[in-house]
């Protein structure tokens, strides 16, 4: 199956740091991907949708300042923690879906601590 | 309202046995599209199979396989002969029609294989 690169696999930063998260489609193309936090024990609780050449949609009440999103290309997109709290600490992981649709392709996730 | 339910928190299954996953979506849509993911320990997400509401044929993907009644809107994952690696969190998952491929997640089941 396709795979999605997710880097780093696991952060530490210090509170008022910002932290960028990379997730790359590595064998197929990804006009738009998803990023997700997941609390313990919890679902998956969709944050944003990141879309290629345009500005990612976002969820009701994440704020798009502090979780900045940028899809550069057909391959890469990031997510940037800006001024980290302990609260953002989290596992955050995004996916891709194929141009079918039928497949979707997460990444292997980001252990955020914030300290 | 779109949704998933996943009705079994917890499940313990001796090694060997086939389980069934339960997994229930509520929508309106004609066309839409079911997943099943598994998350092992390590946090990553495992596409297992997929089902379209329009599929004829039940999925099957090696051992899994989903048993998919349309009229009771339900859509069961059935793991044959199950090993202690299956141990992990399942989740069920819904696509509906003009997402932009967006999901919506069941709460998820935790699997565990008793030797």
């Known amino acids: 199956g396709a795979v999605v690169s997710q880097h780093p696999s696991r952060v530490i930063c210090k509170s008022g740091t910002s932290v960028k998260i990379e997730c790359r489609s590595l064998?197929?193309?990804?006009?738009?991907m998803f990023w997700y936090r997941q609390f313990p024990k919890k679902s998956l609780m969709l944050m944003a949708t990141s879309n290629e050449g345009s500005k990612a949609t976002y969820e009701q009440g994440v704020e798009k300042d502090k979780f900045l999103i940028n899809h550069a290309s057909l391959t890469l997109s990031t997510l940037t923690v800006t001024s980290a709290h302990p609260e953002d600490s989290s596992f955050y992981i995004c996916s891709a879906p194929t141009s079918s649709g039928n497949e979707q392709y997460f990444g292997p996730g980001t252990r955020l601590t914030v300290t | 309202a779109q949704k998933i339910t996943q009705t079994q928190p917890g499940m313990f299954v001796q090694e060997k046995e086939a389980v069934t996953l339960d997994c229930t979506y509520d929508?309106?849509?004609?066309?839409?599209?079911l997943f099943w993911y598994k998350q092992p320990s390590s946090g990553e997400m495992i596409f297992l199979i997929y089902?379209?509401?329009?599929d004829q044929q039940n999925a099957t993907e090696g051992r899994y396989s989903l048993n998919f009644q349309k009229a009771r809107k339900s859509a069961n994952l059935v793991i044959s002969a199950s090993q202690l690696g299956d141990s992990a969190m399942y989740f069920c998952?819904?696509?509906?029609?003009?997402?932009?491929?967006?999901?919506?997640w069941g709460a998820g089941t935790k699997l565990i294989i008793k030797p």
């Open positions: 929508t309106s849509d004609p066309s839409y599209g």
């Open positions: 089902q379209g509401s329009y």
């Open positions: 998952a819904m696509r509906p029609m003009d997402s932009n491929y967006q999901l919506i």
């Open positions: 064998d197929f193309q990804a006009t738009t």
